[in-house]
């Protein structure tokens, strides 16, 4: 698998990166062209992000795995994934309309079809667009909704100011190898890398790997503004090397993966050695959306109270902290939610305490119950953390969980650890309720790593003894 540009991963950078310039190593472009073929290239960027079908629209990544059909959120009929091409049955003619815009017909085959001969590549359902998915052989069903409140939301892509400063001239050394990369999800993977960009920043040497697939360098690369002034990584295009292995890396052109803009892509990470330990104050920093909650006065989008709302949480992402998934049983089966709000409270009685938003749709179920089990995260279970704070979809296909014996609520496989009790109060704070537990039974795994969440990244803990 190539670091980003194999089928299954090439899809997850956004369209509208903007094709790699000629290198030349010693070229300074004048600030005004520059901050014209900047802005420019920044402008087609927003319009591709915000496509009616771009990836801002992205609602949906669900996994189809087996022969036995099923449902998939918000879609008509069941998905099965058959002889490598999902197929679609149990809908009515007119729910899927083929890229021409004639009715499909159950069954509907989704795919290649070049490879499939009768499948479609895509198919809308209701104004959203539907379309297969895959890595490494498995199957999943993505749905592009214009309507998604992360597109409609959408107000800007910010970023750094344009300088001249930031276009480092680099050598490209081929080394061809393969190296560990983890994806959005948790998903872990070997990935083909082809060589290193090698470049200078304030006078120290610095690499990153890149793959090298025709006229450009693709990179996945990470740096010390992470967190706290951009995205948790970022993408970078690089022109490919001339005769002599001379390009150049044109930080400004740095931009945020499609995951930036919904949580339903499986975007790589940067590789092991792609983390600058330098600031890189070029290119895009994060995706700016709307405000639509009410501020005082009754008026929307205050300038001040944004600001205000954006420094609380940019302080209080400055806490490192474990995640946790809350579960209980409900009338239709399993509940469980994400959950950074934890803490113990007291030894004496054993207490701890979790909190969940007045909004939250495991509300209920939580109140009704009276019983839960807090998971404590491990390392390797990312894609859970991310799996279940999303809403409107299948939280539990592929958990893998046992009932706790005392109160019968999902204790999952492979975490870290586990608190399971009762609860005996239910305190109001703000737009979150506080509940607190008394714990009946609980559970460690002192081999398993925990899962640790900082500055809008996960991270891994280094012991310092």
């Known amino acids: 698998m190539s670091l980003v540009a194999r089928a299954e991963v090439a899809e997850e950078q956004v369209a509208g990166a903007g094709e790699a310039r000629a290198a030349d190593p010693e070229r300074r472009e004048p600030g005004e062209a520059l901050t014209r073929d900047w802005r420019a290239w920044q402008r087609e960027r927003l319009a591709a992000a915000t496509a009616p079908h771009g990836p801002a629209a992205l609602?949906?990544?669900?996994?189809?795995?087996?022969?036995?059909?099923?449902e998939v959120a918000g879609l008509p009929g069941r998905w099965a994934a058959v002889d490598g091409v999902l197929t679609a049955t149990g809908f009515a003619t007119g729910d899927y309309l083929l890229p021409g815009g004639a009715a499909a017909t159950a069954p509907l085959w989704l795919g290649d079809?070049?490879?499939?001969?009768?499948?479609?590549?895509?198919?809308?359902?209701?104004?959203?667009?539907?379309?297969?998915?895959?890595?490494?052989?498995?199957?999943?069903v993505r749905?592009?909704?214009?309507?998604?409140?992360?597109?409609?939301?959408?107000?800007?892509?910010?970023?750094?100011?344009?300088?001249?400063?930031?276009?480092?001239?680099?050598?490209?050394?081929?080394?061809?190898?393969t190296v560990p990369v983890e994806l959005a999800d948790g998903h872990r993977t070997l990935a083909d890398t082809s060589g290193d960009l090698v470049f200078e920043?304030?006078?120290?040497?610095?690499?990153?790997?890149?793959?090298?697939?025709?006229?450009?360098?693709?990179?996945?690369?990470?740096?010390?503004?992470?967190?706290?002034?951009?995205?948790?990584?970022?993408?970078?295009?690089?022109?490919?090397?001339?005769?002599?292995?001379?390009?150049?890396?044109?930080?400004?052109?740095?931009?945020?993966?499609?995951?930036?803009?919904?949580?339903?892509?499986?975007?790589?990470?940067?590789?092991?050695?792609?983390?600058?330990?330098?600031?890189?104050?070029?290119?895009?920093?994060?995706?700016?959306?709307?405000?639509?909650?009410?501020?005082?006065?009754?008026?929307?989008?205050?300038?001040d109270e944004k600001a205000r709302t954006r420094r609380y949480r940019d302080v209080m992402g400055a806490f490192p902290s474990g995640v946790t998934i809350v579960t209980t049983q409900g009338e239709d089966g399993p509940v469980g939610f994400t959950c950074q709000s934890f803490y113990s409270v007291s030894i004496d009685p054993p207490l701890v305490s979790f909190s969940i938003a007045r909004t939250s749709k495991s509300l209920a179920a939580v109140r009704a119950s009276g019983?839960?089990?807090?998971?404590?995260?491990?390392?390797?279970?990312?894609?859970?953390?991310?799996?279940?704070?999303?809403?409107?979809?299948?939280?539990?296909?592929?958990?893998?969980?046992?009932?706790?014996?005392?109160?019968?609520s999902p204790v999952l496989d492979e975490v870290t650890g586990w608190v399971a009790g009762d609860i005996e109060r239910e305190i109001e704070a703000g737009d979150h309720l506080i509940f607190l537990v008394r714990v009946s039974a609980l559970h460690t795994a002192p081999d398993v790593e925990p899962l640790v969440f900082h500055r809008g990244s996960y991270r891994e803990l280094e012991y310092m003894i």
């Not at 895509?122 to 490494?136: I, M, N, Q």
């Open 201 to 303: 920043l304030a006078g120290a040497e610095h690499r990153l790997a890149g793959a090298l697939r025709g006229g450009a360098i693709s990179v996945v690369f990470g740096d010390a503004t992470n967190g706290v002034e951009s995205y948790g990584f970022r993408f970078l295009t690089v022109p490919a090397p001339d005769a002599a292995g001379r390009t150049a890396v044109d930080f400004n052109r740095a931009y945020l993966p499609p995951c930036a803009f919904s949580d339903q892509f499986v975007c790589p990470l940067p590789a092991p050695g792609n983390r600058l330990p330098v600031r890189i104050a070029a290119g895009e920093r994060t995706v700016r959306r709307r405000e639509t909650a009410q501020v005082e006065g009754g008026e929307a989008g205050d300038a």
């Open 113 to 140: 079809p070049a490879v499939t001969p009768g499948a479609s590549p895509e198919v809308t359902s209701g104004g959203a667009l539907v379309r297969p998915f895959a890595r490494e052989g498995v199957l999943a």
């Open 371 to 408: 019983r839960v089990v807090i998971n404590f995260l491990g390392a390797a279970q990312r894609h859970l953390s991310a799996q279940f704070a999303r809403s409107g979809t299948d939280k539990w296909s592929g958990v893998a969980w046992t009932p706790a014996a005392d109160n019968g």
């Open 59 to 70: 609602v949906l990544t669900q996994w189809v795995t087996g022969a036995e059909p099923r």
């Open 143 to 177: 749905v592009f909704d214009p309507e998604a409140p992360g597109r409609v939301g959408l107000d800007a892509i910010d970023a750094f100011a344009p300088d001249a400063d930031w276009i480092v001239p680099a050598r490209f050394e081929p080394n061809q190898r």
